[in-house]
C-alpha cells in the first residue's frame, strides 16, 4: 500500500524559508513522478513542481521558479520542496503526490495516483 507522508509546513514571515518533507513507502520501483501541489481555500488544487524519481529531471511552475526547488533522497524515500522567499500568496495546503511514470511530468491533478493528507503552509506579510 503505498503511503505519503508530508511534514515541514507551518507559519513563516514573508521572505522566510520553509522545507516540506514527503516520506513516500510502498512504491514498488522508482518508475513514478513524485509532485507537490497546493490549494488555498476556495480554489482549485494546483501543481507547483514535480521530478522524476528515476532520472532526477524537475519542472517547476513559473509561479514559483527561482524561489522553489524540488529534489528527492533516495536513500531515505524522500522528497524535498525547499521553498525560499515566500509570500503571502504561497499560503496553502501543500499535498505529495506520486504518478506512475506515463512518459512525461505531468501538471495535471488526475494524473497522479497517489496523495499525502497535506500540510498546513501559511505565510504571514
Known amino acids: 500500500q503505498v503511503q505519503l507522508v508530508e511534514s515541514g509546513g507551518g507559519l513563516v514571515q514573508a521572505g522566510g524559508s520553509l522545507r516540506l518533507s514527503c516520506a513516500a513507502s510502498g512504491l514498488t520501483s522508482r518508475n513514478y513522478v513524485m509532485g507537490w501541489f497546493r490549494q488555498a481555500p476556495g480554489k482549485e488544487r494546483e501543481f507547483v513542481a514535480a521530478i522524476s524519481w528515476r532520472s532526477g529531471n524537475t519542472y517547476h511552475e513559473d509561479s514559483v521558479k527561482g524561489r522553489f526547488t524540488i529534489s528527492r533522497d533516495n536513500a531515505k524515500n524522500t522528497v524535498l520542496l525547499q521553498m525560499n522567499s515566500l509570500k503571502p500568496e504561497d499560503t496553502s495546503v501543500y499535498y505529495c503526490?506520486?504518478?506512475?511514470?506515463?512518459?512525461?511530468?505531468?501538471?495535471?491533478?488526475?494524473?497522479?495516483?497517489?496523495w499525502g493528507q497535506g500540510t498546513q503552509v501559511t505565510v504571514s506579510s
Open positions: 503526490a506520486a504518478a506512475k511514470w506515463r512518459g512525461v511530468i505531468s501538471r495535471r491533478v488526475p494524473d497522479y495516483d497517489y
